[in-house]
Each structure stands twice: as C-alpha cells, then as structure tokens.
C-alpha cells in the first residue's frame, strides 16, 4: 500500500468545496471553497465528455473530505499495526516459555545411566534404577 504524504496538503482551502455547473465564466464546473474559488473545470470539447468533466468535477470538489477519509483510514491501520505487533510479542512470549516449560519436561525424563552416566530414559527391571540401552542388553 503505498503512503500519502499528508504535509503536503497543509494549508489547503478547508472544506467542504462545492462544484457549480454552467457559472457565467463559461466554465462546465468551478470548484469553490467557502468564500473562494478553487479551480476550474473546463468544458470538454465533445458531448460525450461531459461526464468525465463532471466525474473530475465531482472528484476535485471531494477532495477534503477524501483526505480526512484517507487520514482517519491511516490512523486506525496504525493503531491496528500497533496492537497487531503487541500481540506477536505476546504470542513470541508464550512460545518461549512453552518451548522452556517442554525442554525441562523433556530432559526431567532423561536420568543417567547407573553404570556409564548416559542420559536415559529406560529402567532396570529389577532394580528400578536408569540404565541406558547398551547397558541393559550387556
């Protein structure tokens, strides 16, 4: 998504702008601001224009209240990304320590061997102590 540079429209005419079709300057729109005019939007010179001039009519005349749309758009993106990166901080949190909680569980199973000191998890059937595979088929 690209990101709109919202400094450069400071100082721009505050809306809302208006457009007014067919004024006495021979204009198809003028767009205006309270107590300003703003631009012109000229007649096209085909018949089958007139709806593109008045779609950019229309779209000009719009402008502010697009930018505020865009602005309050940008803020909640932002928010989200915030509380979004929050969470995976959370989530990478948990992970630890519940990859933490399983090595300890994992190497709690393991004892040494009685005879060679092999981290084992297997027992002597008679005595009940850790031996190791090797030790006890030996």
């Known amino acids: 998504m690209k990101t709109i540079d919202y400094k450069k429209y400071d100082g721009h005419t505050p809306g809302p702008w208006g457009s ?19 631009c012109k939007v000229p007649e096209p010179g085909l018949q089958s224009c007139c709806a593109e001039s008045d779609g950019n009519a ?15 758009r940008d803020a909640v993106l ?30 709690a199973a393991f004892k040494p061997c009685r005879q060679c000191n092999t981290p084992t998890r ?17």
């Open 20 to 38: 007014v079709q067919h004024n006495a300057m021979g204009m198809r729109h003028a767009i205006s601001g309270p107590n300003q005019f703003i």
């Open 58 to 72: 229309a779209l000009i005349a719009d402008a502010p209240m697009l930018l505020e749309a865009c602005r309050e």
């Open 78 to 107: 932002e928010t989200l990304e915030i509380s979004y990166r929050a969470r995976i901080r959370e989530l990478e949190a948990e992970l630890q320590k519940h990859e933490q909680t399983e090595t300890i569980r994992h190497n």
């Open 122 to 138: 297997y027992k002597s059937h008679r005595t009940g102590e850790p031996m190791c595979g090797s030790c006890l088929g030996g």
